[in-house]
T-cell receptor, first 112, second 113 residues
Framework: TQLLEQSPQFLSIQEGENLTVYCNSS?????LQWYRQEPGEGPVLLVTVVTGGEVKKLKRLTFQFGDARKDSSLHITAAQPGDTGLYLC????????????FGKGTHLIIQP | NAGVTQTPKFQVLKTGQSMTLQCAQD?????MSWYRQDPGMGLRLIHYSVGAGITDQGEVPNGYNVSRSTTEDFPLRLLSAAPSQTSVYFC????????????FGSGTRLTVV
């Protein structure tokens, strides 16, 4: 069972368009994180959201944590080719001292 | 530059061979972990450590061993490589085990033939 479902799996759009990717779960998370991964590199942390309903902005990227802390979204305004990459959501669930659970990611391609 | 260093970057093994993937961090992070990334499967946790001398299993620990003798180093050992262990391996570290962002290394691409 996939704890974190990301959609869409693949997205290819033109430069300048807006887009939203989603991260959904039936479980409650104490926090959710978003990472971006480029080919041949490890994931790089973009943001952590902790409070239900929280909205964080990082330049053209807007991250939202659902009120019930079961879902999150990433919205990109005026996408640029440099935004191309694999976007991963990840979260901590339960009370154990284990590790982040990752979604399978959204492959985003921004065409010039 | 501060961060997580993984070596080697690429490795080809024959079935049955053993090897150690190295991971070192210089940020004095208590928490370290190993993930494998496979197409269509995402990142899956292999083993993790909440501090020197303490390790535990993650989601897919079979065929792998770890130890944590210092805060800085967290090597991953493949005991007897199998083709199913062909993957990209990432080491990550964090100040604590929960609710902190992870810093990842650049990965080791392992092929077992």
């Amino acid at each position: 069972t996939q704890l974190l479902e990301q959609s869409p799996q693949f997205l290819s759009i033109q430069e300048g368009e807006n887009l939203t990717v989603y991260c959904n779960s039936s479980s409650v998370f104490s926090s959710l994180q978003w990472y971006r991964q480029e080919p041949g590199e490890g994931p790089v942390l973009l943001v952590t959201v902790v409070t239900g309903g929280e909205v964080k902005k990082l330049k053209r990227l807007t991250f939202q944590f659902g009120d019930a802390r079961k879902d999150s979204s990433l919205h990109i305004t005026a996408a640029q080719p440099g935004d191309t990459g694999l976007y991963l959501c990840a979260g901590f669930s339960g009370g154990g001292a284990d590790g982040l659970t990752f979604g399978k990611g959204t492959h985003l391609i921004i065409q010039p | 530059n501060a961060g997580v260093t993984q070596t080697p970057k690429f490795q080809v093994l024959k079935t049955g061979q053993s090897m150690t993937l190295q991971c070192a961090q210089d940020m004095n992070h208590e928490y370290m972990s190993w993930y494998r990334q496979d197409p269509g499967m995402g990142l899956r946790l292999i083993h993790y450590s909440v501090g020197a001398g303490i390790t535990d299993q993650g989601e897919v620990p079979n065929g792998y061993n770890v130890s944590r003798s210092t805060t800085e180093d967290f090597p991953l050992r493949l005991l007897s490589a199998a083709p199913s262990q062909t993957s990209v391996y990432f080491c990550a570290s964090s100040p604590a085990f929960r609710d902190h962002g992870y810093t990842f290394g650049s990965g080791t691409r392992l092929t077992v033939v």
